[in-house]
């Protein structure tokens, strides 16, 4: 199993401009999440998803967009970038009920907005 | 609404035990964590408590868990060069909240 996947590892984008995170799992998990990390703030919870089709706002919302058309993806949008949205990126994915309560985390996605 | 605080900074002398403390405000939650970040390195679960458990012991990592405080703390007993890291405490509601994190740094 890959487990779960994130594209790209790393970008640079010019304020303005758009792009999707991608994120994928293959372990049919219902929940899945984005958090970013920054220095001192821990994870803030972007956006998650208890299932397709169903999205919900974390903690840190504004300026991203999802969508869940399946259960194996969970792509996060930017749609106008902003250098406040420099961070590391990171898409958790879990079993939404059961005794396996393990979230596993992809590796992150470091964006840079200049 | 749902809130994780953590120290953000731990020193520790090799082969002593290192303490992290976390307390969280949500009583509904229903699993709480720890994860373990190395450098440049996504977040690993180390171990995690049910929210009708006391403690957990899994080999040199205890948890403690105060329900009625809401005070969570993590020992590791015997700490190594390799225990370096930030460690990040988490509860589980309907949704994972995490706190800032704890650095652990180790002292030789």
């Known amino acids: 199993n890959a487990g779960v996947t994130q594209t790209p590892k790393f970008q640079v984008l010019k304020t303005g401009q758009s792009m999707t995170l991608q994120c994928a799992q293959d372990?049919?998990?219902?929940?899945m999440s984005w958090y970013r990390q920054d220095p001192g703030m821990g994870l803030r919870l972007i956006h998650y998803s208890v299932g397709a089709g169903i999205t919900d706002q974390g903690e840190v919302p504004n300026g991203y967009n999802v969508s869940r058309s399946t259960t194996e993806d969970f792509p996060l949008r930017l749609l106008s970038a902003a250098p406040s949205q420099t961070s590391v990126y990171f898409c958790?994915?879990?079993?939404?009920?059961?005794?396996?309560?393990?979230?596993?985390f992809g590796q992150g996605t470091r964006l840079t907005v200049v | 609404g749902e809130d994780v605080e953590q120290s953000l900074f731990l020193s520790v002398r090799e082969g002593d035990s290192s303490v992290i403390n976390c307390t969280y405000t949500?009583?509904?939650?229903?699993?709480l964590y720890w994860y373990k970040q190395e450098p440049g390195a996504g977040l690993q679960l180390l171990t995690y408590?049910?929210?009708?458990?006391d403690m957990k012991q899994d080999q040199r990592l205890t948890v403690l868990l105060n329900k009625k405080d809401k005070h969570l703390s993590l020992r590791i007993a015997d700490t190594q060069t390799g225990d370096s890291a930030i460690y990040f405490c988490?509860?589980?509601?309907?949704?994972?909240?995490f706190g800032k994190g704890t650095r652990l740094h180790i002292l030789p």
């Open positions: 988490a509860e589980r509601g309907d949704k994972i909240i």
């Open positions: 372990m049919n998990h219902e929940y």
């Open positions: 949500d009583s509904s939650s229903t699993y």
């Open positions: 958790a994915s879990r079993e939404q009920g059961g005794d396996n309560t393990e979230a596993f």
């Open positions: 408590i049910f929210s009708n458990m």
